[in-house]
């Protein structure tokens, strides 16, 4: 019976141990958490100054992008004509229609036309220009005041 009680005793010191030292580690763990916490909500409240900053810029550019804008722009430029969509010289009659129905479509969805489309027509337009240079007599200027009349 001494025995047992000496182990009961043994056992209860023990989880006192245990328990002082887990409500220290639970002090720490709280205040840890309070620190974490107060760094996400000031993380959050940057993201939510940045967010409204972003905002305030892409409503800028809508107003910027806007029709009436862009309508007050090209009046100031002096044109009249909005609504025409232009035909390269560049190209041949078919790639001209090609191009006129994707001009439209993008019109229509109001998207940009893909950077590997835009490459692909700065590379055709170049290897035209190329063709059109070369296809080209060469005109070489002749100073005629230098010439002697026969």
Do not use: C
């Not at 036309?113 to 063709?131: G, I, Q």
């Amino acid at each position: 019976m001494d025995i047992l009680k000496k182990q009961m005793e043994g056992m209860e010191a023990n989880i006192l141990k245990h328990q002082e030292t887990l409500s220290k580690q639970l002090s720490d763990v709280v205040k840890d958490l309070v620190a974490w916490r107060e760094r996400i909500e000031g993380e959050i409240s940057s993201l939510k100054e940045g967010q409204t900053k972003m905002e305030a810029r892409i409503i800028g550019v809508e107003e910027k992008l806007s029709h009436g804008s862009i309508k007050d722009t090209l009046l100031k430029e002096g044109r009249t004509k909005f609504n025409t969509i232009l035909v390269r010289k560049d190209l041949t009659r078919q790639e001209q229609a090609e191009w006129k129905e994707k001009s439209k479509a993008r019109a229509v969805k109001g998207t940009g036309a893909t950077s590997s489309e835009r490459m692909a027509t700065r590379l055709s337009k170049r290897k035209n220009d190329y063709e059109l240079d070369s296809q080209q007599p060469k005109l070489h200027r002749v100073d005629v005041t230098s010439m002697q009349m026969n």
